[in-house]
């Protein structure tokens, strides 16, 4: 028999049992957010986590009441990670650098995660403050070194669609086994099918280019960055 335990304690359960994870809402989350990070929300059904988890479905049910549950837990999961801005506006161009590397590489741990939006309704009641927190730190940012709010808030839309795009058309493609320079600016693959077609211009490509994600990611950086300095007012900080 157990010794019981001391007044105001309440006993927690295991955290492994019979050498396996306990299962709790948040591991059930943790597991919908893995897959779906690989295969898309909408391919990850209740059979896939608890074969992944080795459980029945009906032990997932002791847990979480249905799968929308189990997608809203993930997302906040998912969304915690995102960092917040870390801006210094008296240099800038570094930090910015450094905070677009940082957000690429936290997007490209779930990548197909980022197309949650159209394959879920996802609740409002637990979106983590950060949701809100980090697109505000960066419009701040924007400001402060003499970009207006309206230009500001395109700044940020393009930036967010450049890093999901490039961590879902070329990450994703890279980390999968599938080179940029295997697929940009066409696959060697349909060169060779369509032959016959004069494509001086993309064969050359093909063959000399070798591009690299890294490459082409820095490029991209650096273009976000021009395209600021070209926004900020005069009675703006200068750059450098």
Avoid at 37 to 54: E, I, K, P, S
Avoid at 128 to 150: H, K, M, N, S
Avoid at 197 to 213: H, I, K, Q, V
């Amino acid at each position: 028999m157990s010794e019981p335990l001391p007044p105001g304690r309440r006993r927690r359960s295991p955290r492994t049992r019979a050498g396996r994870a306990t299962l709790t809402a948040d591991s059930i989350a943790a597991t919908m957010l893995e897959l779906a990070g690989r295969r898309g929300f909408r391919a990850v059904t209740m059979q896939d986590l608890a074969g992944h988890l080795g459980v029945t479905v009906r032990a997932l049910y002791r847990h979480v009441q249905d799968r929308a549950e189990v997608v809203d837990r993930a997302v906040q999961l998912w969304l915690s990670q995102w960092p917040d801005p870390e801006l210094d506006p008296a240099t800038w161009q570094v930090s910015l650098r450094e905070f677009l590397r940082l957000h690429r590489s936290i997007a490209r741990r779930h990548p197909r995660a980022l197309l949650v939006s159209l394959d879920e309704q996802i609740g409002d009641t637990r979106v983590p403050a950060r949701r809100l927190t980090a697109p505000e730190g960066f419009l701040q940012f924007l400001t402060d070194i003499g970009v207006g709010l309206d230009d500001a808030l395109l700044v940020h839309a393009d930036v967010m669609i450049r890093i999901y795009g490039f961590v879902l058309l070329v990450d994703h493609r890279a980390d999968a086994g599938a080179p940029v320079h295997e697929q940009y600016p066409a696959p060697q693959a349909w060169l060779d099918h369509h032959s016959d077609l004069e494509l001086p211009l993309l064969r050359r490509a093909a063959a000399d280019t070798g591009f690299e994600a890294d490459i082409l990611f820095e490029h991209m950086v650096t273009e976000v960055t021009h395209t600021i300095e070209r926004l900020i007012t005069p009675a703006g900080p200068e750059t450098g």
